[in-house]
């Protein structure tokens, strides 16, 4: 009785139109059908039967709909639509760890500019900057800069006759320390805010390094006098071969006699802005985009020395920009200096040593300003 059942479940039914089939029978029987009926044995049957493996559970995927095009993005790190530009919902932070504990599937593509890029490339490294990264992140603080410059340019040049330049006084050289001050904030904020660590700005603050940043920070500024006394031969040189539409040494002198006429207060104050100032150009410029470059270029040493000269280029080309004309006498004096910086950092890969030698290399030269 149990093998009649058991063929009557095994052929009872035409898979493609439904039409009840009779034992022994090779086709169906339906005449708008017709179709050749596959009769499977009751052995084969229970074989496959015992074979069949349980059915794994399905990993959840974690998919959003586009709003704009309506397409399903799969990828839990695009942040935007890469069909239509439309910004995505954010992924709770419950789904996001739940997914990272899963295992790594098979690599996913992202569609841009007409071609498919591997989504691992949009993938942030919480230790290493990668090139559209440090690029991203150097341009938004470069424009923070260049807004802060404008504004205070506008706001300084609205307080003077049109005829007139702005007059050279202890509170506008406080006030173009702000800009610099700016440069660095956004790195800053953008590691605190993604949870990366200080190590991808190049600091590295254990006590050891610490220790050895100091020494190697200190011997640089040493040098970095050396090279700002070689350096007023530069200007005095380009000033006397007729690059003398500015009256530099005029201007230099007037700056002095500022500093050694202000009160403790405002020159502790001007040290505090340009300790704050240095820490952030050293963070913007060496900490983002040198480790950028380095990174992209390979960390061989054509890799460091092309990194090298293309941030000391860039310092040099935006002051000389931002501080026509007297740029033009300091753009080799900021090249060397800043190529020498480099050159610290590549020494000891601790940005705390050239915020050190920047530092002491600063301050030396108020003190010396102010009271020798």
């Known amino acids: 009785m149990s093998k009649e059942n058991e063929k009557q479940q095994l052929v009872k039914f035409c898979v493609y139109c439904g039409t009840t089939i009779e034992e022994n029978t090779a086709y169906c029987p339906n005449p708008k059908c017709g179709k050749l009926v596959i009769k499977i044995k009751p052995g ?47 992924i709770s932070e419950q789904k996001s760890v739940d997914q990272d504990k899963k295992p790594q599937r098979k690599i996913g593509y992202v569609f841009t500019n007409k071609k498919l890029v591997p989504e691992q490339r949009f993938i942030l490294n919480r230790n290493e ?106 200007i005095s040189y380009m000033y006397n071969s007729g690059i003398n539409f500015f009256d530099i040494i005029a201007y230099l002198q007037e700056e002095y006699l500022i500093l050694q006429s202000a009160n403790l207060i405002f020159i502790v104050l001007l040290i505090v802005l340009i300790s704050l100032s240095v820490i952030s150009i050293e963070i913007a410029f060496r900490g983002v985009l040198h480790n950028t470059l380095k990174a992209h270029f390979d960390n061989n040493f054509l890799g460091k020395a092309t ?65 020798f």
């Open 44 to 90: 084969e049957y229970k074989l496959e039967k015992q074979k069949a493996t349980p059915e794994l559970k399905k990993k959840g995927v974690i998919s959003r709909k586009c709003s704009g095009c309506g397409s399903i993005i799969t990828s839990s790190i695009l942040e935007q639509c890469p069909i239509c530009d439309t910004k995505l919902e954010k």
């Open 129 to 234: 900057w990668n090139l559209r990264e440090g690029i991203k992140v150097f341009s938004n603080s470069l424009l923070a800069y260049v807004t802060i410059r404008l504004i205070l340019s506008m706001l300084l040049t609205l307080q003077v006759v049109p005829t007139d330049s702005v007059e050279l006084n202890f509170t506008t050289i406080l006030l173009s320390q702000m800009p610099d001050i700016i440069f660095g904030a956004y790195p800053l904020y953008y590691i605190l805010k993604k949870k990366h660590k200080f190590q991808k700005l190049g600091l590295i603050l254990k006590t050891r390094y610490i220790i050895i940043a100091l020494i190697i920070g200190i011997l640089g500024s040493e040098i970095l006098i050396l090279i700002d006394n070689f350096s007023s031969t530069i």
């Open 307 to 371: 990194a090298i000269v293309i941030v000391a280029l860039v310092y040099s080309a935006l002051f000389l920009f931002f501080t026509l004309p007297i740029g033009i006498y300091f753009f080799i004096p900021n090249l060397m200096v800043f190529l020498f910086l480099g050159i610290i950092y590549e020494i000891n890969k601790n940005l705390l040593s050239t915020i050190i030698a920047n530092l002491a290399y600063n301050i030396f030269l108020i003190i010396l300003i102010v009271y």
